[in-house]
């Protein structure tokens, strides 16, 4: 018991190192005062998008320089509002369904973006700064998550609990390894003529792998790739039921392990039971320096995130339940879909 009690310590200690080292080195997308006129195609899929005027905010950017490439659905319903709301607009391009948008753009960059995710005024000169000063071949960036209601107020938090405490960050450029490796597929830009000379993905789009997966094939390529926070110029708003943010939060934890069932009990003993068992374990005094890292860690965290530090560290124990149920649920429903095949 002694043996498992210190390992829980010494995970605790280098979880708090890891936040540390990220709430110092601040990896966000920071607001850049440089101008630039390269074209961007922005990459969207008209299926996932609702409401009535969807683009409105891409287009009201002050970055003038993109052309929004639309691939419709082929539902003549849905394909009729489009044409209707963006047909006569210069900047977007709507595409037949079985149109790669990729091969149609005229950008020297690629942007491809998720409905949920929302640019700031002023994010995307940050992001061709980023882009030309280190010579990037692709940017993630880790949209701040927006709190749209109750249940968000336990997952909306897991996410970047457990990337903060896992992945030095800016580590990500300046190591070629692929053990540092994160991202979002939310909000990925690439160099465009990088991306179509390598025949990286042969009718898949990135976001179809995940943001993970795509920083370390960059990195297998031996070209640069570089992961930030979107901080106040990039966000996203959580969308769906409860159920639905549910498991998209265990997937997306999930995907932060390498997908590894192993992994993924040891990260829950280590997170969750562990905590527990000291609690239940050790006297008041011994149970300071845990507490300690703990209540630091999840101030860091907050500060990085950009969320409250005092709901989180009030809500922490039922915010670890859920994550514990979610990545349970997750793990449980794909190897149960693994049989089947």
């Known amino acids: 018991m002694i043996s498992f009690l210190y390992a829980i310590l010494v995970f605790l200690v280098l979880r708090f190192s890891v936040t540390l080292f990220n709430f110092l080195s601040n990896p966000k997308l920071g607001l850049s005062l440089r101008h630039y006129t390269d074209l961007i195609s922005i990459c969207v899929d008209a299926k996932d998008f609702t409401g009535e005027n969807p683009l409105d905010d891409l287009l009201t950017q002050d970055y003038q320089q993109i052309e929004i490439l639309v691939k419709l659905t082929g539902d003549p319903m849905l394909d009729y509002h489009w044409n209707t709301a963006y047909g006569h607009h210069r900047s977007v391009h709507l595409l037949g369904p079985g149109v ?15 409905p ?5 005024n002023g994010s995307l000169q940050s992001m061709m700064h980023r882009m030309k000063t280190f010579r990037l ?10 709190s749209t209601g109750f249940p968000d107020i336990f997952f909306q938090p897991l996410y970047n609990f457990v990337l903060l405490g896992l992945v030095p960050l800016r580590l990500i450029r300046l190591s070629g390894s692929p053990l540092f490796s994160a991202g979002s597929s939310e909000c990925m830009l690439f160099d465009k003529k990088v991306y179509l000379k390598e025949h990286w993905l ?34 996203s708003y ?52 845990p507490a300690g890292l703990i209540f630091l860690s999840r101030i860091m965290q907050s500060f990085l995130s950009g969320q409250s530090p005092v709901k989180n560290l009030i809500l922490h ?25």
């Open 100 to 114: 790669d948008s990729r091969k149609e753009a005229s950008g020297n960059y690629l942007l491809f973006l998720k």
């Open 137 to 146: 071949t692709l940017l993630s960036v880790i949209p701040a998550q927006v």
């Open 317 to 341: 124990p039922l915010q670890m339940l859920v994550l514990g149920v979610s990545l349970i649920f997750t793990a449980a429903g794909r190897f149960i879909r693994s049989q089947q095949k």
């Open 238 to 289: 959580a969308h769906g039921s409860a159920e639905v943010i549910f498991k998209r939060t265990g997937n997306r934890v999930y995907g932060l392990l390498g997908n590894n069932i192993f992994a993924l009990l040891c990260y829950l003993v280590l997170v969750v039971a562990g905590p527990v068992a000291m609690f239940f374990s050790l006297n008041l005094n011994l149970l300071i320096l």
């Open 202 to 235: 042969d009718g898949l789009f990135p976001a179809d792998i995940g943001g993970i997966e795509m920083i370390k094939l960059v990195k297998e390529h031996r070209l640069k790739t570089e992961t930030l926070l979107g901080g106040r110029l990039v966000k």
């Open 116 to 120: 949920s995710v929302v640019l700031k």
